[in-house]
Every structure is written in structure tokens, then in C-alpha cells.
């Protein structure tokens, strides 16, 4: 039996809210389920209520035991700061071809190699490069 960890729809037409539930893969959307994890409310309310409620020990139990996490609770986990961030691409236009190159997950920005390779080495300061013509003179 494969486990996923979903969302399970609840709420009324307009209004969604949804339970992030350990379900069997074969159960349909809002049937069976083995446990409920948690809550995840796309549209709080004017008093400002929480977007997102989960049981950490417990999602954490079941990623350990190999449940496989949907695309929409993997970026609820990643901003909840249990998973990795997931492999992003950028999109070219709607149901067009995707875009192959990398896209940072913070920012959103595509990456270059230009930026990848300027990221990965510290920048010299001016009071470095004094040094460096101070040592060669010498």
C-alpha cells in the first residue's frame, strides 16, 4: 500500500479549506483516510486567522516510513521548513513548454550561470585589492 500525504477538500463553493491528510493513493480525494495532519486554509479571514496548522512528529513519522508527499504539500512542508525546497521550473506561458532553466526558490528569479558562478565566490573588498598591489610591489 502506497501512502501520499494530500489535501483533502472541505469548506463551501468559493471558500475552500483543506486537511492535509495520510491517505492510501488508491482512495479517492475525499475518502478514506489513515490520519489527519493537519489544516491548510488558503483564504483566512479578515481577523487575520492561520493559513496552516500541521502535527510535525507526525508528518515527519510518516515521511520516514516512505509516504510520498503531493506536489501542493510538498510547498506546504517546505514553507512549514520540513522538506527541501522542491525542484522548480520556470514556466513559459500557460500550457505552453517549460522552461528548463533553474529558478531560485526564495526569490523566483531565474538563475544564470553568471549569478551561479558569482554566488559561489566571495566578492573582494576595495581594501582587499590594496593589499593585493601593496604585496606585489614589494
Known amino acids: ?5 494530500r489535501l483533502s477538500r472541505f469548506g463551501c463553493r468559493n471558500k475552500p479549506f483543506y486537511r492535509v491528510m495520510a491517505a492510501n493513493s488508491r482512495s479517492p ?6 490520519e489527519v495532519l493537519g ?3 488558503p483564504l483566512p479571514g479578515q ?3 492561520k493559513r496552516m496548522g500541521l502535527n510535525f512528529e507526525r508528518v515527519k513519522y ?14 506546504i512542508l517546505f ?5 527541501p525546497p522542491p525542484p522548480m521550473m520556470a514556466m513559459g506561458r500557460k500550457g505552453g513548454p517549460r522552461d528548463t532553466r533553474p529558478v531560485d526558490p526564495m526569490t523566483g528569479r531565474v538563475l544564470t ?17 590594496d593589499c593585493e598591489d601593496i604585496a606585489s610591489t614589494s
Open 1 to 5: 500500500m502506497v501512502v501520499r500525504i
Open 29 to 34: 480525494r475525499d475518502g478514506k483516510h489513515l
Open 39 to 41: 489544516y491548510y486554509n
Open 47 to 49: 481577523d487575520g486567522g
Open 62 to 75: 510518516w515521511l520516514s516510513v516512505g509516504a510520498q508527499a503531493s506536489e501542493p504539500v510538498q510547498r
Open 79 to 83: 514553507r512549514a521548513g520540513l522538506l
Open 113 to 129: 550561470p553568471e549569478n551561479q558562478a558569482s554566488s559561489d565566490q566571495p566578492k573582494a573588498s576595495e581594501g582587499d585589492e
